[in-house]
T-cell receptor, first 109, second 113 residues
Framework: DAKTTQPPSMDCAEGRAANLPCNHS???????VYWYRQIHSQGPQYIIH???NNETNEMASLIITEDRKSSTLILPHATLRDTAVYYCIVPSNTGKLIFGQGTTLQVKP | EAQVTQNPRYLITVTGKKLTVTCSQN?????MSWYRQDPGLGLRQIYYSMNVEVTDKGDVPEGYKVSRKEKRNFPLILESPSPNQTSLYFC????????????FGSGTQLSVL
């Protein structure tokens, strides 16, 4: 099961881009990278996912390195409502999902 | 509306009194899973189910039971709750077990006295 490593916390100024890194050096060729976020104690919310190409949706962009060992979630214009814990996970074929502790992003005015 | 529904939202109980937390999804999802969340420990998987009558242990299954008799329901059972099971619990589902996004319930805050 691929394990991910994220920094425990990051700060970002409101209106600026927030770049959240994730290492997944043991990822295998057919495993996707998923990003979720959790605001306060609510249920985590899906943000975006990708395999090898960069992806963009209405919430964020996902940049995956060519060797797929790491990725970066980009919130292009962070707002105070983006303050949350962000989880990078790699679902395995076994069904086990390891969330880890995620990165706490604090967006400051 | 597509959703994962957990009940109850809050539960206070005493040590040893059996309880069930229900989870239901209306999206015809095959995969369902339970997580607990404790301060500083992130989300840890308790059990998961890849389809009806198919369940498997996650990382922290001790003290919990699950069943998957119907596709839509995946109850979490604590036969003899203990204070160390005081936690925030989340149920989640996805279309299949691999490479599908998870939908989470709103959570159940359990306190075992």
């Amino acid at each position: 099961d691929a394990k991910t490593t994220q920094p425990p916390s990051m700060d970002c100024a409101e209106g600026r881009a927030a770049n959240l890194p994730c290492n997944h050096s043991t990822i295998s060729g057919n495993e996707y990278v998923y990003w979720y976020r959790q605001i306060h104690s609510q249920g985590p919310q899906y943000i975006i996912h990708g395999l090898k190409n960069n992806e963009t949706n209405e919430m964020a962009s996902l940049i995956i390195t060519e060797d797929r060992k790491s990725s970066t979630l980009i919130l292009p214009h962070a707002t105070l409502r983006d303050t949350a814990v962000y989880y990078c996970i790699v679902p395995s074929n076994t069904g086990k999902l390891i969330f880890g502790q995620g990165t706490t992003l604090q967006v400051k005015p | 509306e597509a959703q994962v529904t957990q009940n109850p939202r809050y539960l206070i109980t005493v040590t040893g009194k059996k309880l069930t937390v229900t989870c239901s999804q209306n999206m015809n999802h095959e995969y369902m899973s339970w997580y607990r969340q404790d301060p500083g420990l992130g989300l840890r998987q308790i059990y998961y189910s890849m389809n009806v009558e198919v369940t498997d242990k996650g990382d922290v299954p001790e003290g919990y039971k699950v069943s998957r008799k119907e596709k839509r329901n995946f109850p979490l059972i604590l036969e003899s709750p203990s204070p160390n099971q005081t936690s925030l619990y989340f149920c989640a589902s996805s279309l299949s077990r691999v490479n599908e996004k998870l939908f989470f319930g709103s959570g159940t805050q359990l306190s075992v006295l």
